[in-house]
């Protein structure tokens, strides 16, 4: 028990360092690339994150055959923008709260209305595409076409798009370590990089780390192993943008907070759902269903917030932490 306990902990930490090591490096390489807070959080930060726990339902479904193996996919990917839609949006609202009260922060959330907007209008109409279309048309391929399509058309309206510059200045940690031995500045898009990468990986496997000491706990306390895999695991799996955006929103860089959970969202909402629907039947129903169904309604809410006052209230962010409360409420009654 004590060395469970240890090990959340240490993976814990690992996690946060890590989350700060890659929050410097991507605003670092970013800036050296001239890139704006849109590109860099929505696009950059969100698919370095997103990608590597994207790979868990690829495997399920590709390499483990049957039916097991496609009700383990399916719940990976459906998992995903449900925890970023409930569990990320709330830890974003509480830590602008938490800046305010400490003094760290204002309380006024001052992401980019239009990248914000943007973001979840395509995850809105993606997603509920890929969970409702496949209902009614036999040919799943032209759904999962139209995902892919609209995930190349995000990243070109991105791209596209206004958005301001990086225009606070960080020192690259690599710098401040190594910078005397090595000539950090002169290649400090490259060494900017490889500190993304390093920090992902550490950011990765801590992730794992953390996963296993928390089921094993949660196996010696009595804690049932479906319950788990349906409420605990995919939080954990989720730590990685969640903790970037608390990081980036202590700091008052909220464009880059949001974008890196609304652009893990669009992402998620169109590559790993398309692969599903191509290689499994697809089939969505019961909890499956449900969380895909809430994860759309919170989402709609923060964007019907956003229509209606032009901003966006932490109130709001916080708001969507209680659908996640009502999935789990409704998962643990028949128990």
Known sequence: MTTDIFLL??????ILLSAEIFTNGIEV????LALSQAVTGSILAAVGTALPETILPLVAILLHKGEAGHSIGIG????????????AFLMIGLTVVAGYVSKRRTFVFEAE??????????????????????????????????????????????VK??????????????????????????FETFFSLAQVLIAL????????????ALQHFSLKIGFDPLLFALLIAPIATELPEKFNSVTWTFKGRDTLAMGNVTGAMVFQSTFPVSVGI??????????ALLSACLAILAVAIILGGILIKKRISPFILILSGSFYLIYALLIIKPF
């Open 76 to 87: 990976a990917i459906l998992g995903a923008p449900f925890m970023l839609a409930t569990l």
């Open 201 to 212: 990986f550490i950011m990765i496997e801590g992730a794992h780390g953390f996963v296993s």
């Open 29 to 32: 390489f970013g800036k050296r």
């Open 113 to 158: 209305i239009p990248t914000v907007r943007r973001d979840l209008v395509f995850f809105l109409i993606m997603y509920s595409s890929g969970i409702f279309l496949p209902m009614f048309l036999k040919k799943h391929i032209v759904v999962a076409l139209l995902l892919l399509f609209g995930y190349i058309a995000y990243l070109y309206v991105t």
């Open 278 to 287: 191509i290689f499994t039947d697809w089939d969505i129903t019961g909890y």
């Open 161 to 186: 798009s206004e958005s301001e510059g990086i225009l606070h200045e960080e020192k690259l940690y690599f710098d401040k370590i190594f910078g005397k031995v090595l000539p950090v500045k002169r």
């Open 9 to 14: 902990l240490f993976n814990l930490f690992l």
